[in-house]
């Protein structure tokens, strides 16, 4: 009679090095602790040097500064990591920003553009350059890249430039998805809805209008907690999700899947 093995699911992660962007607030701070309590080994990289401390003092780590734009820095993150730890074996490539300079294609000058392309689609095509250098000599790794749901449908309330960098990086996580696959490397791209993080809560104190606007049309009937992103990417960085790259990992509340939503 054979004996089943317990899963100890608490330690999913145990003996992982994780390397987390934006991880000083957030989705990114919420992941750093669900990843810490499943037993990874947790580097953050951030642009904020003081939040950033407290974080990775928070969850047992390590903090680099970095700014994800600049190349260098972003390489030195990553090398930190393996440097320090032995390994890069989860890149959460979640750093992003969301400014009001960045609205209709009517009112979005170039500059603004540009700076929401930079930050949250090159800086992702840096971040997996970084990552994938260390995992393919390894042979594994899971590379977990924040998109968004406005990846998959259009927003009638606009960032022109938010929209198109995320589209960007679901098409980017789909194809290394493809690319990487035999080599023992997964790529997938988080799809959140609306999150209930600061940089929401700045945007629609600003104006209630449009937060109720983008209310009515989740199924759910509220936004998400960052603790809930947090689950889906502890679940794309563990071996439970061993047959999943590539994919358009939605956790939208149902926002994608709605027609008409209940009033």
Known sequence: MSTITPIDLTQRLAGKVAVITGGASGIGLATARRFAAEGA??????????AGRVAAADVGGLFVKV????????????DTAK???????VAFNNAGISPPDDDSIETTE??????VQDVNLKSVYL???????HMTLQ???SIINTASF????????????????????LALSRELGVQFARQGIRVNALCPGPVNTPLLQELFAKDPERAARRLVHIPVGRFAEPAELAAAVAFLASDD???????????????????????
Do not use: M
């Open 150 to 169: 406005v990846a998959v449908l259009g927003s009638a309330t606009s960032q022109i430039s938010y929209t198109a960098s995320k589209g960007g990086v």
């Open 127 to 133: 971040c997996c350059r970084a990552a994938l250098r």
């Open 110 to 115: 170039l500059p603004a553009w540009q700076r």
């Open 41 to 50: 080994t947790v580097v953050i990289g951030d642009l904020d040097e003081a």
């Open 241 to 263: 999700s061993s047959f999943i790259t590539g994919s358009t990992f939605l956790v939208d509340g149902g926002i994608s899947s709605a027609y008409v939503t209940p009033l």
């Open 83 to 89: 440097h320090t730890y032995g390994s890069v074996d």
């Open 67 to 78: 700014d994800v734009t600049d190349e260098d820095e972003v390489n030195a993150l990553f």
């Open 139 to 141: 042979g594994s790794g």
